[in-house]
């Protein structure tokens, strides 16, 4: 248990002498920038409430939206028109680029980090799995953070935020002693159900996680979240609709094979083909993964957004999935490209780049842009296979997010 122990002290640390070094105390105007899942959003609700209860009067708070990461030169404009003197970045990565130069910004996250920008400071959680222990979510990490700030009473009124982070990243089998102490304060029926609604928002075709945030900094308790008396919560049950309707739509998708790297990998790749705005490419993957278990699985979307293909990976233990996405790297991937976990990773490939990319990865002409009409007999053994098996598995909602940039 060392390394959590270790973790669990060197973070709170960490985040103490960042505080202590912001240039106006307690007056700093302090902005918040987010991950739109939910880890990511219970993550900034959590932070933001115990800066206010401990006296810190200046902050702002927003979710990434559709496609972006934090380091995308929009977002930085955005960040910088409003003209924050501290910058706090949540469970979207760690990149040797730039910021906002001048302003303090601490990354708090648990990807695999990529560098850390002059002058940041990163608490990370990436890691502990080499020590054995499960990865702690962004949303814990914050918890671990901000216990200096609060009395015990007003640190173990936020835990269910840290307890929405795990439920939606690791699971409900997560071996976390703040899961089991959340479970005795809360029943589990409203924090999972908490969980699929504040997940779906930023799935939609819009991937607008206004509403989840809102919500989140209203309630007090995960019931209040699920019940319908929040105004909110009508929109993220609109969102967990559309969504289900794209999913429902997209899981039709034939599964296609490559077993180019069976030798050198170790495992064949498996790949489902979609045309959806929504971001369901990666719940496609997940719900996939469990009828592949040796394979890796990925959602393959044509449609999220304008001028790329996104796609999701999901690996079975042992495989590096971020290693091999790297090794194959497409032109003109960006820098969130084969980002994530070793075990779930994924990328937005330029539609230029998309057919090399996937001949590279083994597949014919069935995952390229323009697929060959039906008509034609596919030189493929697998595409003209006749009708194919549904998967089983349901998608679960904790699927770890593949990373933290725009998949
Ligand atoms: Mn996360």
Redesign the pocket.
């Known amino acids: 248990m060392r390394a959590t122990a270790d973790l669990q002290t060197q973070a709170p640390a960490q985040f103490q002498s960042f505080l202590d070094g912001l240039p106006r105390g307690k007056a700093t105007r302090a902005h918040i920038l987010c ?1 739109s ?1 939910c ?2 959003l219970p993550a900034g609700a959590l932070l933001l409430q115990a800066l206010r209860l401990a006296g810190y009067t200046e902050l702002s708070i927003e979710a990434k939206r559709k496609g972006e990461s934090a380091w995308n030169p929009e977002v930085l404009e955005r960040l910088a028109a409003m003209g924050p003197e501290a910058l706090f970045v949540l ?1 979207l990565g760690s990149r040797p680029d730039a910021m906002l130069p001048g302003v303090p910004t601490l990354l708090i996250d ?1 990807h695999l980090p990529g560098g850390i920008p002059d002058g940041a400071k990163l608490i990370t959680g990436y890691g502990s799995e080499a020590h054995g222990l499960a990865t702690p ?2 949303g814990l990490l914050v918890y671990w953070c901000v216990r200096g700030l609060l009395s015990p009473e007003q640190h173990r009124e936020l835990l269910w935020l840290a307890a929405l982070s795990i439920l939606s ?1 690791v699971g409900d089998k997560a071996p976390f002693a703040e899961l089991a102490e959340a479970r005795a304060l809360w029943p589990a029926g409203p924090m999972r159900d908490a969980v699929a609604l504040l997940n779906a928002p930023r799935r939609t075709a819009a991937a607008d996680a206004t509403p989840a945030l809102a919500a989140l900094l209203s309630a007090q308790t995960p019931k209040q979240i699920v019940s319908g008396e929040l105004p909110e919560t009508a929109a993220l049950r609109a969102a967990k609709e559309e969504v289900a309707t794209a999913l429902a739509l997209a899981k039709k998708a034939a599964p296609k094979f490559s077993r180019k790297y069976r030798d050198t990998l170790g495992a064949d790749l498996v790949a489902l083909r979609m045309d959806s705005p929504a971001q369901v490419h990666p719940l496609v993957a997940q719900t996939w993964r469990g009828r592949f278990r040796d394979s890796i699985v990925m959602g393959v979307n044509f449609g999220f957004r304008p001028g790329y293909v996104h796609f999701s990976a999901r690996g079975p233990k042992g495989v590096n999935v971020i290693q091999f996405l790297r090794e194959h790297a497409p032109a003109g991937a960006d820098q969130g490209y084969g980002n994530g976990h070793d075990q779930a990773s994924g990328g937005a490939v330029p539609v230029a780049s998309w057919d090399a990319f996937a001949a590279d990865l083994g597949f014919g002409p069935e995952l390229a842009l323009a697929p060959p009409p039906p008509s034609i007999p596919a030189p493929y053994g697998e595409t003209s296979k006749p009708k194919q098996a549904r998967p089983k598995a349901k998608a679960r909602e904790h699927s770890p ?1 593949a990373g933290p940039a725009g998949r």
């Open positions: 991950d899942d880890d990511g469970d648990h979510t962004t990243d997010e």
